[in-house]
């Protein structure tokens, strides 16, 4: 089989199911697996439906349930779910699920069936894997997290498992564009004071106000840590209200979740 069989076979298993959720084209793995869900195949009501799967919402709880046993079936284990605080801190998964929810915005492993996931509704989903197959993982990367350096971070923390940048792949998911996030002048300075290059990633509108594209910043990121193969970006969460949620455009909203896992038997 080809290196992006794995993407075929999980595409074609969502369109079977009346999913339209996006599956990574990558030169990842063949061990590698990804996706992230979209509003699409869930029982939620309202300005959650229909497949929210965040915790920290006001949705119905038996909704939120069924989705995520919904997400679950479609995976080889429960997905490890992070508690996002917009830092930078990155959860090393092993086989045995932590005591605990990690306080963290990004988890990195190198166990088969782990599955390392984040949620979002705006910020960036990054997702992250090894070419030879030795490690994967996601971060969640909001302006905060960014700038931070929660990208720099979840790459150091791949590295410790023994996938240094120049192995790595990395995949954005769905998150705001370059043509409905507006910022102020402190989201500048948080990316501009550290990197003056950054700029050209914010386009003065008004007094006081640019476009910041976020999925930009994000590749500079990854390329300035050395991950040079940097694929997706392409899907604006606040301009497609049919796909996604955002946050930014609802303020009541779902959140969607991209996961990532080493499958035990690769293709």
Not at 49 to 59: C, H, Q, S
Not at 118 to 134: K, N
Request: with cysteine; net charge positive; aromatic share 6%.
């Amino acid at each position: 089989m080809t290196r992006d069989a794995p993407a075929r076979s999980l595409g074609e298993r969502f369109r079977a199911e009346g999913l339209d959720w996006l599956v990574p084209e990558w030169e990842a793995h063949t061990s590698v697996r990804a996706f992230a869900t979209t509003r699409s195949g869930g029982t939620s009501q309202g300005p959650f439906a229909t497949m929210n799967l965040g915790r920290a919402t006001a949705d119905d709880p038996a909704a939120l349930a069924a989705n995520r046993a919904r997400l679950s079936a479609l995976l080889p284990a429960a997905p490890v779910w992070l508690e996002q605080v917009h830092g930078t801190a990155v959860a090393t998964l092993h086989a045995t699920p932590p005591a605990t929810v990690p306080k963290a915005d990004a988890a990195v492993t190198r166990e088969p069936d782990v599955v390392c996931a984040v949620l979002t509704a705006d910020c960036v989903p990054v997702v992250f894997a090894s070419r030879t197959g030795r490690a994967v993982g996601v971060a969640h990367a909001g302006w905060r997290g960014l700038a931070g350096g929660v990208v720099e971070a979840t790459v150091d923390a791949l590295r410790t498992l023994d996938a240094p940048p120049s192995d790595l792949v990395a995949w954005l998911g769905p998150a705001i564009g370059p043509t409905a996030f507006e910022v102020g002048a402190d989201v500048v300075a948080a990316f501009c004071d550290r990197h003056a290059d950054d700029a050209r990633c914010f386009v003065p509108r008004t007094a006081g106000k640019w476009l910041a594209d976020l999925p930009g910043l994000a590749r500079r990121r990854l390329h300035a840590a050395g991950v040079a193969a940097v694929e997706g970006g392409r899907w604006c969460t606040s301009t497609d209200d049919a796909r996604f949620y955002s946050y930014r455009r609802d303020r009541t909203s779902g959140r969607m979740a991209t996961v990532v896992w080493l499958a035990r038997r690769a293709v």
